[in-house]
């Protein structure tokens, strides 16, 4: 498999008045040509941080350390001109508000051929081109008086359109989508995953979902990754890790999650609140939410640890694990 | 499908025959909302006309605004003459001087303004942009000037420059640049945050595309406002200096240099004081009115 993006050992922090606090600590993981990778985790996991980071767009407070490697090129450090070369062209993202993430005062079409006019030092002529054709791939009714209106004419869906044409425009290597679905309609939600998956398979582009929502994740993604408290907790294939999770939180998120197809029942939510960065608990960060919990798990932290399969996953607990032991 | 009634048929044939909402870009919007407002309108028309007046005027005068009539020294209005606001006390007729007067204040008030904008809107924006430092910085110089009485500056300029109206129209335009300057970088602050710009900078755009291309387009109300409204001042702050006989020299004239010299004798020769004193009177009330017009018309929460 090659390998697009790989990240080693990365962590982020970030300076408040007399502490620090780790948003992101030792992450660890590849991309590879073309595939899904869904970041799932509660509100305050890292998980948008962690990629925030890696785009170089941090707050100012903050600072992030190790390699996130994009071919031969450590993303992190790198100085933000030289960085402005590599954003939108080989790694794009997604904001969540497609609302707010365009500007009021411009045309739709002034904005987008501004990407193809830097990156690929196209003239305006065929930038407009481009912008027209890249709205009409992505399903844009009307490409042409579309491309002329203000993003305040245009609705919500047609708008998160317009976010993902931009972001597509340079055929980039890596779409990064930050909760791209949430601010949207549900059935618009679906027209966007469909969307997504014919666009990232025309195009060649590793996608990272960033995301809380497991239907999502479900009809997407190929491998996914759980973050909690800064760290990574599981790390397998889609179908592994939702048929047969290994760490309590994975089987927590899953049970908080209604389900279709089974009888409606009472959801069975993680109990607790997730932690506060500051203070994290002592050994696993998850221990004090967790049913499985043993008296190692209090003291010391489990590291993450290859399983069989190639999956990975942080927790002192062996084995599958029982549905009994949550109730 | 058409249905058994055909009635979808109709309906979509009608359908395609209404017009599609043609969109409205934020200008059109704020023009159209503009000419809604009657105090505005009514001053964008008052405003045209005395700057045609001015202009085109003089040229169907009897009298050059520099031409004695030794004849008619101080007299009130004499239409048989063609001295229809009078003379003054050198015999000039008063028409032609108020409206070359006229010429001046707009000339200053357009020159000056303009060079407040560009100096105010840049550097607002740069401070506001990149902030930290340089932002605390740049305001602190901001501070600075302001604290120091601006009457001083002119006088340093006059006595290092000599007394030339282009000099005066600059010097004008550097002092009022700091009011425009804080408010661009207060609302630079408020729309870098804004998930647009994030948007820009994951896009790849460095830091003065997104001031240029992102930023300051959306300032564009705040900054016209602030403009007209800036006009009337430096017109007054122009009748000031040129009262204390800083600003223009003689034969030329503007309507501060008229007003002064026909304050003092208003209560012999009206006719004196009256004509620039209209003038300037009107113009101020029209900047005014369609500054407060902009103002709502290019707010968005208006809406």
């Known amino acids: 498999m090659e390998k697009v993006l790989s990240v080693h050992d990365m962590s982020v922090t970030f300076s408040l008045h007399q502490s620090e606090v780790r948003a992101v600590s030792e992450l660890d993981f590849a991309l590879a040509r073309g595939e899904t990778l869904a970041v799932v985790g509660e509100s305050g996991s890292g998980k948008s941080q962690a990629f925030l980071a890696i785009m170089g767009l941090l707050a100012r407070n903050g600072h992030a350390s190790g390699r996130a490697m994009l071919g031969d090129v450590n993303l992190i450090g790198m100085a933000p001109d030289a960085l402005d070369a590599y954003r939108g062209r080989d790694i794009a993202m997604i904001f969540q508000d497609p609302m707010t993430s365009l500007n009021p005062s411009l045309k739709v079409r002034t904005q987008l051929a501004e990407v193809l006019v830097r990156h690929q030092k196209m003239d305006q002529a065929r930038a407009h081109k481009g912008v027209i054709d890249m709205l009409e791939r992505v399903g844009m009714p009307e490409p042409v008086k579309r491309a002329n209106a203000y993003p305040h004419e245009l609705s919500g869906g047609m708008r998160q359109r317009v976010m993902i044409a931009m972001a597509l425009l340079c055929r980039p290597k890596i779409l990064i989508a930050d909760e791209p679905t949430t601010a949207l309609d549900v059935t618009v939600q679906a027209q966007m995953l469909d969307l997504f998956k014919s666009l990232t398979q025309d195009f060649g582009t590793a996608l990272v979902l960033i995301t809380h929502d497991l239907g999502v994740v479900a009809g997407l993604a190929d491998r996914m990754m759980v973050m909690y408290g800064g760290r990574a907790v599981e790390k397998g294939t889609t179908d592994e890790l939702f048929y047969d999770p290994r760490h309590p939180y994975t089987l927590g998120l899953l049970h908080s999650t209604p389900h279709v197809a089974k009888r409606a029942r009472r959801l069975d939510p993680i109990q607790g609140l997730p932690p506060s960065l500051e203070h994290l608990p002592s050994g696993c960060a998850f221990h004090p939410r967790c049913a499985f919990r043993f008296d190692t798990c209090f003291a010391k932290r489990p590291p993450l640890a290859a399983l069989e399969t190639g999956r990975e996953k942080a927790c002192w607990v062996d084995g599958p694990l029982q549905r009994q032991a949550v109730a | ?303």
């Open chain 2, 1 to 303: 499908m058409a249905g058994i009634t055909g009635k979808d048929a109709v309906l979509s044939a009608y359908a395609a025959a209404l017009e599609a909402p043609k969109g409205r870009s934020l200008t059109q919007d704020a023009l159209r909302r503009l000419v809604a407002n009657k105090a505005a309108l009514v001053s964008v028309f008052v405003l045209v006309a005395i700057v045609l007046i001015a202009y085109v005027g003089p040229y169907f005068l009897p009298w050059a605004y520099d031409k004695i009539d030794w004849s008619s020294i101080r007299k009130p209005p004499n239409f048989d003459k063609g001295h229809y606001f009078g003379t003054d006390q050198n015999g000039r007729d008063l028409l032609a001087r108020t409206l070359q007067g006229t010429q001046m204040s707009l000339l200053v008030a357009g020159v000056a303004t303009a060079v407040s904008v560009i100096i105010g809107v840049v550097y607002g924006a740069i401070a506001g942009y990149f902030g930290g430092r340089l932002d605390a910085v740049m305001m602190r110089f901001v501070d600075i000037m302001y604290a120091l009485p601006y009457i001083l500056f002119v006088i340093i300029l006059v006595v290092i420059f000599g007394r030339s109206p282009v000099l005066l129209f600059v010097g004008i335009g550097c002092l009022e640049w700091l009011t425009m300057a804080r408010i661009v970088r207060g609302q630079t602050l408020s729309l870098k945050q804004r998930e647009f710009v994030e948007a820009a900078r994951a896009g790849g755009a460095g830091p003065f595309t997104i001031i240029f291309r992102h930023i300051l387009p959306n300032l564009t109300g705040p900054v016209v406002i602030y403009a007209t409204l800036t006009i009337p001042e430096i017109i007054i702050t122009e009748s000031f200096l040129s009262y204390l006989g800083l600003g223009v020299q003689e034969p030329q004239t503007s309507l501060g240099t008229l007003i002064s010299f026909g304050a003092p004798v208003a209560e012999a020769m009206p006719w004196m004081l009256i004509a620039p004193a209209v003038f300037l009177v009107a113009m101020l009330l029209c900047f005014s009115y369609l500054g407060d017009g902009l103002r709502d018309a290019l707010d968005p929460k208006d809406r």
